[in-house]
């Protein structure tokens, strides 16, 4: 989720070149308060049985 959001912030932030840090903390503040104040939602897919599948080789069956 976090790399949907950096893609997002570079996208409709950072697509140009901004001249100095602290215009950039402030860029990124203002962005930042306005999807939060838009309460901008992540559209998660990748579900628990999409994991079992796709991550079946990282956690083993374990048998009793």
């Known amino acids: 989720m ?17 001249p100095n840090q602290e215009k950039l903390k402030s860029e990124v503040k203002a962005w930042q308060d306005e999807r939060n104040d838009q309460v901008v939602k992540v559209q998660w897919r990748f579900t628990t049985a999409d994991a079992r ?12």
């Not at 949907?4 to 409709?12: D, K, V, W």
């Not at 599948?53 to 009793?64: A, D, N, S, T, V």
């Open 2 to 18: 976090s790399e949907i959001e950096l893609s997002a912030l570079n996208r409709q932030c950072l697509n140009r070149r901004i």
């Open 53 to 64: 599948i796709k991550l079946k080789h990282l956690y083993p069956l374990i048998e009793l």
